[in-house]
């Protein structure tokens, strides 16, 4: 299949959630929404259920939320009991709400309320001393009750086999999308910002296996294409999201290209894979223990700066001139995150910028001029 | 201000010794802790660790005015405005940042703030106006400098001479800001996540060990048994942690003694907090607020609890003898929801006081009312903190303070600094309303940024409960 033929088909799906979930249930398939941050969607696919990422939209903005919210809250999570209250999202059989940062935390009460007669709300507490025998029993014990409303709600039991078989599935697909993450910075050229964050995004709307198949089609095709020569500037971009078009485009406007990210829902989705030929569900809290340099989870070596350092490695590996954060308003853990963050990417002699985006922000001026300010200054 | 009674001063004395003894243990040479509000205080206490407390910390320095200058700091540390006001202020102190007096380099003189100070009262007892200007005139005793913004690493880095000097004696010298620098960090974030990263960074900045004990937020009503185990668990890697900090074993007798210690605290906190029940109360319920300082920082104390069940015994007389330490004659009773505006208790308590507005309920009654029997019930008690609760628990610790001490509104802080005691807040507050039959009015604040607070707004919202409570009473044919 011709590349751009491909490119489109991810750009449709990116662009129309909806339809995308709509189609999903013309084939007589249940969908779950599934919410920041770590849900096991594995659980949600073995279920033979579709799940379906909510990160809230760059459409709408905050209205029947704000019998529910202060203003002072995370426009993502807004935004996603937008979706869901003003009809959007009808079609999930249910949602997972994870209650990882604080925000999560009293969210997963106002979603649960919010929705009480439209669907199911399924609670997932992570542990944050996720590494020794008793935090990753916690883990398996939350995922249990996770697999149990899964299984109310599908009306049959996740098998180990089935559970099994979507750890493969899963791991085959982060696997393909690092590989993507390699690619596109190698043929930024041919993959843009806009179409880079089009083809990840698209893996939160479609079955695993579906996504996979045509992301390895585009690996594929990008392995064979000669490397790209890049005249413009390359970044790598830290945060939770951005996939605003009017700011990939004033990315793109000012050619700079992606490295490499550490953004909440491309790279750091998809980075650690689930073990295989073990006990699944102690795979899946296995997984969730390995995960690190995060904003969002308990560093245990707190005394080092290990995440920033991460990150500038990050950023040399990749051949990123620069970083870009891309500061999600109202982020307690990106905002804490930062003075450090800074401190390792000064050390390292890597510059970046910090720009402040929330999904509601509709003029992108001031953030195309810091941009272009920053560019000429690499 | 008014002689403070026997028992008020107890408390008093007991916060004041808290950290006077980590001053003097640090002198010592003997490591200190810095610990979150709701970490469980007994682990420490079992190894006779000192340890402070950074939220108690930054509500000080916040009632000291010194807030705003310290939330600046911080931010220009790099930490968002978005950040909780304590976090901020804590981390602008653990990274050497201090509030001093100003002034002039060349003569070393205070530079007074003239908006400084109370007004001077004659042998009457009554404001002395200025001819001059027709306005009553300051008190000059009560006047104080100006602050700015010192950095004890820059005063370290000076040469001797009087620079130094100057400087160094122009630091504050209140409590709190003369807290001792850690050498480890308690975290316990069943209060919220923000503590984990909050408590991440002073673990960096000073390099020092992170006692992390997590305390998932809790969906239901009830503890799940897998949550137990999974805290226990922590509690005993706390302890391995502790014994290698503290280079002494575990020792249960003392582990015993600081939960008898914290139990008694706890009931006695509860009870002078039950005493808020009686109609008229014999006490404001603002005056909690000043005592939730000896629950956060010695509750595993002999002393706390023998002040609180002091304070309890006055206020069983004022009960007996039909007397109060109002400041006011009570009108309405309300519940106040959340922390108190710490920059701003002057402005917050105004309106109270002008409408008769007693606080005779708050959700700090219960929010450290640990009492348990053994260790699994501890774990159970650690995980009921007002913002790892979920909804309906909320609603009904609320309703039962509520219903039992006789409220007739609610005053809601939605608070700028804590997203997770905010983040339910208009469902809590529709819930309540309801099921008391109670009007409630929000007002916009923060904790100890007093750049998030308005007067004016504040003042119209109480007014506005005022009036629905008016209202209340006369359909109610009060």
Known sequence: ?378 | MAKASPGVQALRDVVEKVYAEAREAKKRGEPVGWSSSKFPCELAEAFGLHVVYPENQAAGIAANRDGELMCQAAEDLGYDNDICGYARISLAFAAGKRSANKFDPKTGEYIIDPNSGKPLKDADGKKVIDPATGKPKKDPKTMKPYSYLEDLNEIAALPDGVEKERRTAALKHYRQMIMPMPDFVLCCNNICNCMTKWYENIARMHNIPLIMIDVPYNKTDNVEESNVKYIRSQFDHAIEQLEKISGRKFDEKKFEKACENANRTAKAWLKVCDYLQYKPSPYSGFDLFNHMADVVTARGRVDAAEAFELLATELEEHVKNNTNTLPFPEKYRIMFEGIPCWPKLPQLFKPLKANGLNITAVVYAPAFGFVYNGLDEMVRAYCKAPNSVCLEKGVSWREGICKENKVDGLLIHYNRSCKPWSGYMPEMSRRLSKELGVPAAGFDGDQADPRNFNAAQYETRVQGLVEAMETNASAKGK
């Open chain 1, 1 to 378: 299949m011709a590349i751009n033929t491909i490119i489109d088909e991810f750009k449709q799906v990116a662009a129309n959630p909806k339809k995308q979930l709509l189609a999903y249930k013309a084939q007589g398939k249940k969908a779950i929404g599934v919410l920041p941050y770590y849900a096991p969607e594995e659980l949600v696919y073995a279920a033979d259920m579709v799940p379906f990422g909510i990160w809230g939209t760059n459409d709408k903005t905050i209205s029947l939320a704000k019998e529910y919210c202060a203003t002072f809250y995370c426009t993502i999570a807004q935004l996603a009991l937008e979706m869901l209250l003003d009809g959007t999202m009808d079609e999930l059989s249910g949602i997972i709400t994870p209650v990882i940062c604080d925000t999560l935390r009293p969210m997963s009460q106002n979603f649960r309320v919010a929705m009480d007669k439209k669907m199911a709300v399924i609670f997932l507490a992570h542990p944050q001393n996720r590494f020794d025998a008793a935090g990753k029993q916690f883990c398996i014990d939350q995922y249990t009750n996770v697999k149990k409303e899964l299984e109310k709600i599908s009306g049959k039991e996740i098998t180990v086999d089935a559970l099994a078989n979507a750890i493969k599935v899963y791991n085959a697909s982060r696997k393909a999308r690092r590989e993507f993450v390699k690619l596109a910075n190698e043929h930024c050229d041919v993959i843009t910002p806009t179409i880079r964050s089009a083809v990840l995004k698209a893996s939160w709307f479609m079955l695993k296996d579906e996504y996979t198949k045509k992301l390895v089609e585009l690996n594929k095709e990008l392995a064979a294409m000669p490397v790209a020569k890049w005249n413009g500037v390359k970044v790598v971009v830290s945060g939770i999201i951005y996939d605003s078009p009017a700011l990939l485009k004033a990315l793109e406007d000012n050619h700079v290209a992606i490295a490499a990210d550490d953004v909440a829902h491309e790279t750091r989705a998809f980075r650690i894979d689930a073990p295989e030929g073990v006990d699944p569900m102690t795979a899946l809290a296995d997984q969730f223990a390995n995960i690190d340099n995060d904003v969002l989870l308990y560093d245990a070596e707190s005394a080092k700066n290990n995440r920033g350092d991460f990150v500038a490695k990050l950023c040399k590996d990749s051949g990123a001139q620069g970083l870009i954060l891309f500061m999600q308003q109202f982020c307690d853990p990106e905002e804490m995150e930062y003075p450090y963050l800074k401190k390792a990417l000064d050390k390292a002699g890597i510059p970046h910028i910090k720009i402040g985006v929330d999904q509601q922000m509709r003029d992108f001026g001031q953030a195309a001029t810091a941009i272009q300010a920053f560019t000429e200054s690499l």
